[in-house]
């Protein structure tokens, strides 16, 4: 009999949405609509901070990881038998952090804790930056875990070898959104990953607005699939693993990249 060939597939969603302001149960009803409505996926993105917006305000809006959220979440991802990602604000004993939840099916989590904190905005006066790279298991593909600001610091997101997946979830302004693009764009080229960009759309209560420009980068920098600006939806795309390690193994540019180590 012939042999059938190794596929390994992964169906992502990326919820583009508004978000209600330090609301986290307002959001929470919200996205659970969303997810009444996805089939045959099995990673599901949400934005940065999904269940607040991008509140200063850290104290408020912070909850444990015993908390309503994250609970909800645990709920969510062991009914539908998906994973989900995106991050809350979360007290620790050392203070807040943005924290990136992956939440698996059986509703085991791991966590990212965002490590540059975005000073412009003051966010490192109101939360505390997390130190390490974390990089998920997930149906046979590796994923690491960013948030937005990470986008802009390539040596911090380096692939070592360790990852396929690069997932930044974002609160990431309309006025700057060429640069949201190029940065995706750059990530993925250069470490030869599919990149999945997750952005939110709307105007917060400090008055930013955000474009959304939610998009899925194939390994080549090439946008695989992406959504129309300012509009809330749900972004869905097929990662093939077989596919970017066959590219990999033609184009072996990490071969001769330079070394280093993060001190």
């Excluded at 059986?106 to 966010?123: Q, T, V």
């Excluded at 505390?128 to 593909?141: D, I, L, P, S, T």
């Excluded at 690491?144 to 990470?150: A, H, K, R, T």
């Excluded at 802009?152 to 360790?162: E, H, I, K, L, Y």
Aim: aromatic share 12%; proline share 4%; hydrophobic share 45%.
């Amino acid at each position: 009999m012939p042999v059938k060939p190794i596929t390994k597939q992964l169906n992502v969603a990326l919820i583009q949405s508004e978000l209600v302001w330090q609301d986290a149960a307002a959001n929470r009803a919200y996205f659970a609509e969303q997810f009444s409505k996805l089939r045959e996926v099995d990673l599901v993105l949400l934005p940065e901070t999904f269940n607040s917006g991008f509140s200063m305000q850290s104290n408020l809006i912070a909850e444990e990881m015993t908390g309503p959220t994250v609970q909800w979440l645990q709920q969510q991802a062991m009914f539908y038998q998906w994973a989900i990602c995106g991050s809350v604000a979360i007290k620790t004993a050392e203070g807040v952090h943005n924290r990136l939840l992956f939440v698996h099916p059986d509703g085991s989590i791991e966590y990212y804790d965002k490590k540059h904190l975005f000073r412009m905005a003051n966010e490192h006066q109101h939360y505390v930056a997390g130190a390490c790279r974390k990089v998920v298991q997930y149906k046979g593909f590796r994923l690491m875990l960013q948030v937005c600001y990470d986008l802009r610091f390539p040596v911090f997101a380096r692939n070592r070898g360790d990852y396929d997946v690069l997932i930044y979830v974002a609160n990431w302004p309309q006025a700057r959104r060429d640069i949201w693009r190029t940065l995706l764009a750059a990530r993925a080229i250069e470490n030869q990953a599919y990149v999945l960009g997750c952005n939110r759309v709307g105007q917060d209560d400090n008055g930013f607005d955000y474009s959304g420009d939610s998009l899925v980068l194939d390994y080549l920098g090439q946008p695989q699939a992406e959504l129309k600006p300012h509009q809330a939806g749900v972004l869905l795309a097929n990662l093939d693993l077989v596919q970017l390690q066959d590219f990999r193994q033609k184009f072996p540019a990490m071969l001769d990249a330079d070394d280093f180590s993060l001190l």
